[in-house]
């Protein structure tokens, strides 16, 4: 039986009413730009500017801040190589030396993945998924690369449940997951079926759609509607994110 999929209530927040593709044209500008950064300050910058901004969405803080905690990981190993790679003034501890420019570079790292990550957050938290996929449409994006991310994300989670029963199924048979040759047979047997469910699933959906008609374009009931502030908030967070380039880029530089 297919699960039910429920989306995660979005806040009501100025930019949740903000329209979808204002919005998601400016995040991928924000996003851009702040790749684009150079210096620690001006990340740093740009870090307060996104937090600002989810602050002003009014999403859950614990929600946030574990899906920001995996941004900084990944971000993590900059932050702990650049010190000790980097020439430069530093710190002697013992036989290694600290970098203050390795770490300068490692905190700008840090910094513009978690401001990139804020950008992310704001456009996955002020509206559905699907919502936001149409929007890219509407701004250009092929309709079968919108199609292959809804079913690759609406999927993604009945495999999860799908492992999550095998799992399950397993732990009832006695099984416990050992660094042996049968835990590892068995861990192999497990993803095998999955594998295997997941295509027939697959094969399923394929010929349901076929049943209803499908012809490969994308078709969505989601209405969107330019206002005056949809256009004022775009371009004041593109020119804020414009004059931060410029300030990294000619002041700072």
């Known amino acids: ?102 770490l300068i570079a490692g905190s700008a790292v840090l910094c513009r993945s978690l ?40 999927y993604a989670f009945l495999l999860a449940e799908e492992m999550r029963r095998l799992r399950v199924a397993m732990r009832t048979r006695g099984f416990q997951m050992r660094a042996t040759r049968h835990g590892y047979r068995a861990l192999g047997h497990a993803t095998g079926a999955l594998l295997v469910r997941g295509s027939e699933r697959a094969d399923h959906v394929a010929a349901a759609m076929r049943c209803r008609g499908f012809d490969g374009a994308f078709h969505t009931l989601s209405r969107f509607r330019t206002t005056p502030a949809d256009i004022i908030s775009f371009v004041v967070l593109t020119a804020a994110i414009v004059a931060l380039v410029l300030w990294d880029r000619v002041v700072l530089g």
Not at 32 to 42: K, Q, R
Not at 122 to 133: E, I
Not at 134 to 146: D, F, T
């Open 1 to 102: 039986m297919t699960l039910a999929f429920r989306h995660r209530p979005v806040p009501d927040s100025p930019l949740a009413r903000w329209d979808a593709r204002w919005k998601l044209a400016a995040a991928l500008i924000a996003v851009s730009g702040i790749a684009a950064l150079d210096h620690l300050t001006s990340a740093a910058v740009a870090l307060a500017l996104g937090l600002f901004l989810l602050v002003l969405a009014r999403l859950p803080g614990g929600w946030v801040r574990s899906r920001l905690f995996l941004f900084g990981f990944s971000a993590l190993p900059f932050l702990l190589v650049l010190p000790f790679t980097l020439d430069g003034e530093g710190w002697d501890i013992g036989p290694a030396r600290i970098s203050a420019r390795g």
């Open 115 to 154: 401001a990139i990550g804020c950008f992310a957050l704001l456009l996955v938290g002020t509206a559905p998924l699907h919502h936001t996929l149409a929007a890219a449409h509407k701004l250009r994006m092929p309709g079968l690369l919108v199609q292959l991310t809804l079913l690759a994300y609406r």
